[in-house]
């Protein structure tokens, strides 16, 4: 079975403090993404990644970095957390060609005060 | 830029009934990928069922249908003998080969009983 997992699915962080959500996907997808989640917005593109080492800025990248050093594991960094970045966070894979579905994981519910 | 609108924030439906959801979307490309993607309460987004725009034939996936109206930029998904697990947020998508992914802002669904 296909699988996104996510670091925690629950987090609470002070405002200014440096925030790591990770993301793994067990199945040799070339592509990662993460996303936001907001009601009335649904997921917006924060960063995608195309392979190890490569990184494309998406529509919200402000406030956010990424860094992906392996192929299964892909990082989002808040370098310092502020209380619009309250939010649901989703990460998913694809591969590079064919159906191109993203598949999901659990999400991270991100609680910034 | 792309963008996807789905102009129904909240719609329900009788168990059984059928329902449609509407996608508009805007591109200038002509080979893309569109996507509808489910996300039940408190569970995990999935695939419900993609539409390569370079085929005319309308996706089916069992209940699920749509109807892909490419000069107008429409991708409706009908669901047909509603069941109460259809109950979640439906998401529209597009995927343009990797240059562009955008969400639409979702339509919540309710069956009722």
């Known amino acids: 079975d296909v699988k996104v997992t996510q670091s925690s699915r629950y987090l609470v962080k002070r405002t200014g403090e440096k925030v790591f959500l990770e993301c793994v996907q067990d199945m040799d997808h070339e592509n990662m993404f993460w996303y936001r989640q907001d009601p009335g917005l649904g997921l917006r593109l924060i960063y995608f990644?195309?392979?190890?080492?490569?990184?494309e800025k998406g529509d919200i990248p402000e406030g956010y970095s990424v860094s992906r050093e392996k192929k299964e594991r892909f990082s989002l960094i808040l370098e310092s957390a502020s209380t619009n970045q309250t939010s649901m966070y989703l990460c998913?894979?694809?591969?590079?060609?064919?159906?191109?579905?993203?598949?999901f994981g659990p999400g991270t519910r991100l609680t910034v005060t | 830029a792309q963008t996807v609108t789905q102009s129904q924030p909240e719609m329900s439906v009788q168990e059984a009934e059928t329902v449609t959801l509407s996608c508009t979307y805007d591109?200038?490309?002509?080979?893309?990928?569109l996507f509808w993607y489910k996300q039940p309460p408190s569970r995990q987004m999935i695939l419900v069922i993609r539409?390569?725009?370079?085929?005319?034939q309308n996706a089916t996936e069992n209940r699920f249908s749509v109807n892909f109206q490419k000069a107008a930029k429409s991708f409706s998904l009908k669901i047909s003998d509603s069941q109460l697990g259809d109950t979640a947020m439906y998401f529209c998508?597009?995927?343009?080969?990797?240059?562009?992914?955008?969400f639409g802002p979702g339509t919540r669904l309710s069956v009722l009983p």
């Open positions: 990644s195309y392979d190890v080492k490569m990184k």
């Open positions: 998508a597009f995927d343009n080969y990797g240059q562009n992914f955008v």
């Open positions: 998913a894979s694809s591969d590079r060609q064919g159906a191109r579905e993203q598949y």
């Open positions: 591109t200038s490309e002509s080979n893309y990928y």
């Open positions: 539409q390569e725009a370079y085929k005319q």
